[in-house]
Every structure is written in C-alpha cells, then in structure tokens.
Nanobody, 120 residues
Framework: QVQLVESGGGLVQAGGSLRLSCAAS????????MGWYRQAPGEKRELVAD???????TYADSVKGRFTISRDNAKKTVFLQMNSLKPEDTAVYYC??????????????WGQGTQVTVSS
C-alpha cells in the first residue's frame, strides 16, 4: 500500500508565500517523477510543476518564476515553494508520484489534496 500525504496549504493574502510538502510512504521500491497539480472549482485538474528523480523540472507558464519544486529522495518527499501568490492560484493542490513498488509496473498515485486560498 502506497500513501501520499500532503501538508502546508492554507489561507494567505495576495503576494504571500506558502510551502507545500508531500511525503510518500508504504511499499516503495523507487519513485520516478513527482509533481503537483491543482484544480480550481469548475476547472480541470492541471499540472503546476513536476520533477524527475534526476532533478529535471517542468513548470506551468502561469507559475514560472514564482513557484519552485524540489524533492528529497532520501525522505521520499516533494516540496512546492509558492511565492508571490495571486488569487488565481486558489485551488486544491494535489501531489502526484509515479511509483515502482517492485512488484508491478510503475503507476501514478495521488494525495488527498490540500486547499490553497489566496485572498485579494
């Protein structure tokens, strides 16, 4: 059983910062790409940023220069540092990880989501 547990969401004023964390636990042989997605009310879930096991990062255009994704492979944790937050960043943020449990083919897992609300 694999679990992804997120933390760090909350309410912040525009221009403020938040740091999200997501820790993976359970039957894990290796973790490939880890990432953060978000879904605003009435919108589709979208990629915010992801990072490969080697550290290569990808960002949505809307967050480039403001958000930074990083990971600690030893702790099986991915982080999202969000600066200069805007009201349009308000959404539920979901952690995603492509995990190899050593028995089956690698598969994507999702966290439960954490609410980020940015007030104007």
């Amino acid at each position: 059983q694999v679990q992804l547990v997120e933390s760090g969401g909350g309410l912040v004023q525009a221009g403020g910062s938040l740091r999200l964390s997501c820790a993976a636990s359970g039957s894990i042989f290796s973790i490939n790409t880890m990432g953060w997605y978000r879904q605003a009310p009435g919108e589709k879930r979208e990629l915010v940023a992801d990072i490969t096991s080697g550290g290569t990062t990808t960002y949505a255009d809307s967050v480039k220069g403001r958000f930074t994704i990083s990971r600690d492979n030893a702790k099986k944790t991915v982080f999202l540092q969000m600066n200069s937050l805007k009201p349009e960043d308000t959404a539920v943020y979901y952690c995603n990880a492509n995990i190899d449990n050593g028995y089956w083919s690698p598969a994507p897992y999702w966290g439960q989501g954490t609410q980020v609300t940015v007030s104007s």
